[in-house]
């Protein structure tokens, strides 16, 4: 098939990327390189690379001639980032999305994936039992906000169009290739040049980190499937922030201390205290789950870190 990733030199794009090509399909990327480009070297005669805006719909309509299916996970991302540019964030969702989506539909696409967000789910995280996807949601941030508002608009043209399309959920992606935005990198960077490894708050919240191997493992078994779904990719398990920190120090064997800090007042809605996902429907849909636990993943990335260290 030929496959359009928009956001494909990012960091869960890239991983996309080096999988659909070695499944032998026709891959064309869409990405803004703004955070530089995360295609390994060696996939970049395999594919088409398009650099330019989602919010361009000239160019978003170009790199849809023949496609067969869209992963559109070009987004503003981190939260420090979104936070200082809300505008920006919801423009690139919202009118990226609807670029996507009219472009979909004009060359004929048959399936769509969106990336949303365990965000989406904000405080409703505090819950008895792992979040599924007919908890009812409660977004508050710029970023939560719009890629809900996605959502509805993506299950609304199904309704009238029949585009089959994936939301899909993430909790917590980690793994090789992820910059310091995101705080399993961030940690890991402060430990690998013995400095303190901040936390904001307590670091009693807890939350669900998801190998990308499972999460790009869902995404190919997902093609199957016809329909408007919203499914989560989550690992059922949750570590506090403490755990995590404690563990990175260990693996990386590093005496670099703990230090706690009161987050911004702009991390506010983005803090909470319980995130943890429900998989069941992935698996009832695919029969697969995520299932690489944090530790394991850990010790993946570790083994690559230090081969770039020391190669």
Known sequence: MKILITGGAGFIGSHLVERMVS??????????????????????PNITLHIGDVRDSALVSLCMEGVHTVYHFAAVLGVDVVADHPVETMDVEVIGTRNVVNAALEHGVQQLFYASTSGIYSHSAIVKTALSEDVLVDPRTSYAMAKRYNEIYLASHFEESGLNTIALRFFNVYGERQDNRMVIPRFIEQAQENQEIT?????????????????????????????????????????????????????????????????????????????????????????????????????????????????
């Open 23 to 44: 499944l032998g399909h026709e891959v064309v990327v869409l990405d803004n390189l703004l955070r530089g480009n995360k295609i390994p070297e060696l996939l970049l």
């Open 199 to 311: 936390v904001f708050g307590s670091g009693l919240q807890t939350r669900d980190f998801t190998y990308i191997e499972d999460v790009i493992e869902a995404c190919v078994r997902l093609q199957k499937i016809e329909g408007f779904h919203i499914v989560n990719i989550a690992n059922e398990r949750e570590w506090t922030i403490n755990d995590l920190a404690h563990l990175i120090l260990e693996l990386w064997e590093t005496e670099a201390q703990i230090r706690y800090l009161d987050a911004p007042k702009k991390r506010y809605d983005y803090e909470v205290e319980r995130r943890i996902g429900s998989s069941e429907k992935l698996f009832q849909l695919t029969g697969f789950k995520p299932e690489t636990d944090l530790k394991i993943g850990l010790e993946k990335l570790q083994l690559t870190t230090n081969a770039k260290t020391h190669g």
